[in-house]
């Protein structure tokens, strides 16, 4: 109970945070393609629900374009994001105080996501 409560502060905090701009007054528009997993919920009566490992969004606000991601689950996560572009690196958030990295891409970037866990990306 309190992992969960953890990330829903977590969640919260980016939203008050970095990415206040993005999230309260940006434009949402079509995020980069994201391959991961998939995480299966059983339903009561004998069916079951289909879910990606990895939530994302993308959103635009003063010229700057960001992706967020969001790994809901208790376990790790590594998703595949496909920049498209010709990037040869790109910046990673990854908390909700804005402290970046900046991390090797050629193309495409693979992101390691800790359990119930936020990363942003500066497109």
């Known amino acids: 109970q309190e992992e969960i409560l953890r990330f829903v502060r977590e969640l919260n ?3 008050k945070g970095c990415l206040y701009g993005e999230l309260h ?3 949402m528009i079509r995020p980069r393609p994201v391959v991961c997993g998939e995480h299966v919920e059983e339903i009561k009566y004998g069916g079951e629900h289909r879910f990606r490992s990895v939530q994302t969004a993308a959103y635009r606000y003063r010229g700057r374009e960001v992706q967020i991601l969001v790994n809901y689950l208790g376990t790790e996560q590594t998703p ?3 920049l498209g ?3 040869k690196s790109v910046t990673v958030i990854r908390d909700a105080g ?3 990295q900046v991390l090797p891409a050629e ?3 693979e992101l390691k996501l800790a359990p119930r866990s936020v990363a ?3 497109l």
């Open 107 to 109: 193309g495409r970037l």
């Open 85 to 87: 572009g010709k990037e």
């Open 98 to 100: 804005g402290s970046t």
């Open 13 to 15: 905090d980016w939203r």
């Open 80 to 82: 595949l994001i496909e």
């Open 120 to 122: 942003a990306i500066l």
């Open 25 to 27: 007054f940006g434009r």
